[in-house]
Nanobody
Framework: VQLQASGGGLVQFGGRVRLSCAASGFSLDKKASVAWFRQAPGKEREAISCITSRLGTTYYSDSVKGRFIISRDSAQNTVYLQMMNLNSEDTAVYFC????????????????????WGQGTQVTVSS
């Protein structure tokens, strides 16, 4: 099983970028829980968005709510994170994680719930 996170880079303040999490050897369809985490220098890894269950229930942390959108494309076996109105606080390494279990939103933000992790992609927001 491999998760490949991509799409990061240098983005201007107020700009947007879309991250992708592509899977091989594992299905990211509606039966899977998929989450995005990020880790900024000197800070702990935090869950910022999750999508879980057949209903596509989503979760966003307060820090990204209203600016980020998580979505999945089962045909492409990929989960996306559309990031908008970026600011310096969004500078971090972004990781995607997946699990075959359908976690309820109340626990879907816990890193320990995920069996598979991508390698991370750096997003740097320039002012």
């Amino acid at each position: 099983v491999q998760l490949q996170a991509s799409g990061g880079g240098l983005v201007q303040f107020g700009g947007r970028v879309r991250l992708s999490c592509a899977a091989s050897g594992f299905s990211l369809d509606k039966k899977a829980s998929v989450a995005w985490f990020r880790q900024a220098p000197g800070k702990e890894r935090e869950a910022i968005s999750c999508i879980t269950s057949r209903l596509g229930t989503t979760y966003y942390s307060d820090s990204v709510k209203g600016r980020f959108i998580i979505s999945r494309d089962s045909a492409q076996n990929t989960v996306y994170l559309q990031m908008m109105n970026l600011n310096s606080e969004d500078t971090a390494v972004y990781f995607c994680a997946a699990d075959s279990r359908q976690w309820i939103i109340g626990v879907a933000g816990q890193a320990s719930r995920y069996d598979y992790w991508g390698q991370g992609t750096q997003v740097t927001v320039s002012s």
